[in-house]
């Protein structure tokens, strides 16, 4: 109860962040509670497109989530000791975002009874089986992990030896809940858009890019509201890895470009077409799409150079347009034109309605709120020691 008790404060402007939050969180209950008694008819989704915006942010946070490893690997394993406040930071960071991931599974199934399906009726056949496993324990081991961290560093005590084991097993966990993911998508046939054997290592590169680079906005933006710093050289070194990444992720891209259009296979095509050039009128997407590898390649360029990244604004720059990139190709593109168009060749709208966008924020501010509350009982901790 002493750790909570650090995120009372008497700063006005932490107090208006909370309860804009609160605000945000209390509309979208109110339209989940609107798309309880209706149904997802309240929402854009058809018999077309059946997933939409809900399963599109649970793909891009699994990526968030998985991304903690970047920090912990070196700092475990390598015992790579600039990472030592950044590997807390990312493991919360992970508990905040497999928790969203959850909670957009949860909204995506209409009526909340259905979870007990895959309870009640375990499947071990079902991809989506296997991604409820993955999803859990990954949320059970970075809590215990930074609960335990935390209780530590509170009481000025080693953290026990009995949760290396734990961080160590969380390492190839974090790789499994990602590719779990990819396996739910590139499994279906009849999807050519994700019918591609490198959906798997795709999703880690975008992951291993995007959830970074946020953990760095995190940074510079704790360092600028509270002055607290993780460290230049922690967060150079992790911008490198952004870098990396984020190349892997566009040589990935182009490789399934090539591939689709070089073999001149209509089906692969289509997809493509569908979200650069527009398919049958439907040019909704197409601005968006180039949006994303606009800001990729931006955010590259200003990566690449040593003495641009080494900018803080630059490199707060960079990792905003990752952000924002990957957000517009795994968080709205990647969904919607796996759906679009359809097996059958139908090029169905999907627009995602005022609830279903308000149900999005909602989640989204129970993200953000999360990681407040985490990362301002951290600091305190960190403070008083």
């Not at 002493?2 to 995120?7: A, E, P, V």
């Not at 008497?10 to 109110?30: E, P, Q, T």
């Not at 991604?131 to 000025?156: E, F, K, P, W």
């Not at 160590?168 to 050519?192: D, E, M």
Request: proline share 5%; with cysteine; net charge positive.
């Amino acid at each position: 109860m002493l750790m909570f008790k650090n995120t009372l404060t008497r700063s006005r402007r932490y107090w208006l962040w909370i309860a804009s939050l609160l605000f945000v969180i209390l509309a979208g209950s109110l339209c989940y509670v609107l798309q309880l008694i209706h149904g997802l008819v309240v929402t854009g989704l058809s018999r077309d497109v059946s997933w939409g915006l809900y399963i599109a942010q649970f793909t891009f946070f699994v990526g968030i989530a998985a991304s903690a490893v970047m920090v912990v690997l070196p700092y475990y394993l390598h015992d790579y000791q600039q990472f030592g406040r950044l590997t807390l930071l990312g493991e919360l960071l992970a508990v905040t975002a497999v928790t969203m991931c959850i909670l957009f599974i949860f909204v995506d199934l209409g009526q909340p009874s259905r979870i007990f399906n895959i309870v009640l009726h375990p499947q071990p056949q079902s991809v989506m089986f296997w991604d409820m496993i993955a999803l859990g324990g990954y949320l059970l081991m970075n809590a215990v992990i930074a609960a335990v961290t935390l209780i530590a560093q509170r009481q000025h005590v080693p953290v026990p030896g009995w949760i290396k084991p734990v961080i160590i097993l969380s390492i190839p966990w974090a790789i499994s809940i990602h590719t779990v993911t990819a396996f739910l998508y590139s499994g279906l046939p009849g999807r050519s858009y994700w019918l591609t054997a490198i959906l798997a290592p795709r999703f880690l590169a975008s992951a291993f890019a995007s959830g970074p680079a946020l953990l760095i906005l995190l940074c510079l933006a704790l360092r600028k509201l509270t002055g607290f710093d993780a460290g230049r050289e922690a967060i150079q070194k992790l911008a490198v890895i952004v870098t990396y990444a984020l190349a892997i992720n566009i040589f990935l891209i182009l490789a399934e470009v090539f591939t689709a259009f070089y073999s001149e296979i209509p089906a692969h095509e289509e997809h493509f077409e569908y979200l650069f050039i527009g398919l049958n009128g439907d040019y909704r997407l197409v601005p968006w799409m180039w949006l994303s590898v606009l800001l990729s390649w931006v955010a590259l360029a200003l990566l690449l150079v040593p003495r641009w990244r080494a900018n803080i604004p630059r490199l707060a720059v960079a990792c905003a347009a990752i952000f924002i990139s990957i957000w517009l190709d795994k968080g709205l593109g990647l969904i919607v034109g796996g759906m679009v168009p359809s097996p059958l060749g139908a090029v169905t709208r999907y627009v995602p309605t005022l609830p279903e966008s308000t149900i999005v924020l909602g989640i989204w501010a129970v993200g953000a709120l999360m990681i407040t509350v985490f990362y301002k009982i951290t600091l305190s901790i960190w403070k008083e020691n």
